[in-house]
């Protein structure tokens, strides 16, 4: 596996086979209480030929993501400690999203 954080969203011009190529990536769901509430604010429309950097290099992880969804049990002051992330759904929704107890 090349990254522990995988996106679906195949209209993202940083998605490429399943795995994000932006480097870093912002989630935005400030008071989010349900996963439809997130939305990979790093998201831009295109194609990723279109792409000038997307080696491995610039690969995404889950440490290399800001959040700020503070009511997901894996927020730790604006990183995300999910073992594994998934971003889904057409707008890029945090599908690992889990409201804390
Ligand atoms: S929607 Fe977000 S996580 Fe998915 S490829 Fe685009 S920038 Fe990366
Ligand atoms: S799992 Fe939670 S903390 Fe991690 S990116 Fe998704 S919403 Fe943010």
């Known amino acids: ?25 912002k989630v935005n769901g400030y008071d989010a209480t349900d996963f439809k509430d997130t939305n990979c604010d790093t998201y831009i429309k295109g194609s990723f030929e279109s792409l000038s950097s997307k080696g491995d290099d610039s690969i995404t992880n889950t440490q290399n993501i800001s959040c700020s969804a503070k009511n997901c049990t894996y927020n730790f002051y604006g990183g995300c400690n999910a073992a594994h992330v998934l971003i889904a759904k057409e707008s890029g929704k945090c599908d690992t999203f889990r409201i804390k107890n």
Do not use: P
């Open 1 to 25: 596996m090349k990254s522990n954080l995988n996106c679906i969203v195949s209209s993202c011009a940083y998605n490429h086979d399943g795995y994000c190529y932006a480097s870093h990536i």
